[in-house]
């Protein structure tokens, strides 16, 4: 199994910025991906950003030139950097792990993002 504890959400104004991170315990060794997904209140879940253990990155087309996804794989951790916020980006944010078949992918508990003036 794998843990994830996620930090760095918070409110901002728009155009501000703030950095997610979540790091992840227990079996570690096998994970290929890690990364991002968000759901607004009345929305489904969608994927933000993600990373590969090969270096691979992935965005979202409305979070493309604004949020940077990177990965520390010594620390286990996923690091998210959200700048340039806006409104639309309020949402409860998770990050979440993929080992690959046949293991399930773990989630974090999400941390709230709050975008507002």
């Known amino acids: 199994q794998v843990q994830l504890v996620e930090s760095g959400g918070g409110s901002v104004q728009p155009g501000g910025s703030l950095r997610l991170s979540c790091t992840a315990s227990?079996?570690?060794?096998?994970?290929?991906?890690m990364g991002w997904y968000r759901q607004a209140p009345g929305k489904q879940r969608e994927l933000v950003a993600d990373?590969?253990?090969?270096?691979?990155?992935n965005y979202a087309d409305s979070v493309k030139g604004r949020f940077t996804i990177s990965r520390d794989g010594g620390k286990n951790t996923v690091y998210m950097q959200m700048n340039n916020l806006k409104p639309e980006d309020t949402a409860v944010y998770y990050c979440?792990?993929?080992?690959?078949?046949?293991?399930?992918?773990?989630w974090g508990p999400g941390t709230q993002v709050t975008v507002s003036s």
């Open positions: 979440y792990a993929d080992r690959g078949w046949p293991y399930i992918v773990s």
């Open positions: 227990g079996s570690i060794a096998s994970i290929h991906v």
């Open positions: 990373s590969s253990s090969g270096g691979r990155t």
